[in-house]
């Protein structure tokens, strides 16, 4: 089963517990509670104290990968609640709010089965409520070629309070499960997705978005991790719209789509 294979990719990355001061009721919470836990060679790139994300980090090389690991890390006001921010990501009209280069992204398989998917995921990673396979199409743009993307993906909840979005792309022997109405395009890959919410307050929450993106071709990273950056950035400024607006924001907020491909 592909969510048992993948687990292990996200599972020491997420940070809940250490986000969550180890679920201490009493401790500080969010990035706060991370001061003093840094266990992984991040690099500092861009720091800011204009615009919901604060810190922008990378490790070069992750698990031996030409494709940096980005690191985002923004706060925003609102109940913490993941369906509006995985709505920005995986509707269309939403996502096409900030993202120039969507062609398309829908849910092209529903998972049904959800307590055999915690089961595999591993109860630890709380209680997944969403999954599905999802499929994403770029635009051809400047002279690159449209890129496509085939991903597992879910939101997960916890109890107190916190959630997570996270998805792992599918590896190619399961194509099958490609939309057969597109041809097919350069792939692209995304080795590590999770987005990680957690309440600092009564209507304030940390985010992290930890993101392993392969553009795919002949494209050096050193001109897509730019793109990348500004894409993720413009995602937040849409996400802390959404999220002031908080009287209208409820867990129906999403749609039944399930696509999470950044």
Not at 7 to 15: P, S
Not at 124 to 138: F, Q
Not at 225 to 239: G, L
Request: aromatic fraction near 8%; charge should be negative.
């Amino acid at each position: 089963m592909a969510m048992e294979n993948e687990r292990n990719n996200f599972g020491g990355l997420i940070g809940v517990d250490e986000m969550n001061g180890h679920s201490s009721t009493h401790g500080p919470r969010g990035f706060r509670a991370l001061q003093h836990s840094e266990s992984l060679p991040w690099k500092t790139i861009e720091t800011s104290r204009r615009g919901p994300v604060s810190h922008i980090d990378r490790i070069d090389n992750f698990n031996g990968l030409d494709a940096p690991l980005l690191r985002f890390r923004a706060t925003l006001d609102g109940p913490c609640v993941a369906d509006p921010l995985a709505s920005l990501i995986m509707d269309l009209e939403e996502r096409s709010k900030w993202d120039i280069q969507i062609q398309d992204v829908f849910e092209a398989h529903t998972i049904q089965d959800l307590p055999s998917a915690n089961a595999a995921i591993g109860f630890a990673y709380g209680d997944c409520y969403r999954l599905g396979v999802g499929y994403c199409r770029t635009k051809k743009n400047l002279g690159i070629d449209s890129r496509e993307q085939l991903t597992l993906c879910g939101i997960n909840n916890f109890s107190d309070g916190s959630a997570m979005i996270w998805g792992v792309e599918l590896p190619e022997q399961h194509n099958d499960l490609m939309p057969s109405h597109y041809h097919r395009v350069t792939r692209a890959k995304s080795h590590l997705f999770s987005t990680t919410l957690v309440p600092t307050g009564e209507s304030s929450f940390d985010v992290e978005y930890l993101l392993q993106l392969e553009i795919g071709g002949k494209i050096p990273t050193w001109m897509t991790t730019p793109i990348v950056m500004d894409s993720v950035k413009r995602m937040f400024k849409c996400a802390k719209d959404v999220y002031a607006n908080h009287k209208a924001i409820h867990p129906s907020v999403a749609s039944e789509s399930l696509l999470l491909s950044p």
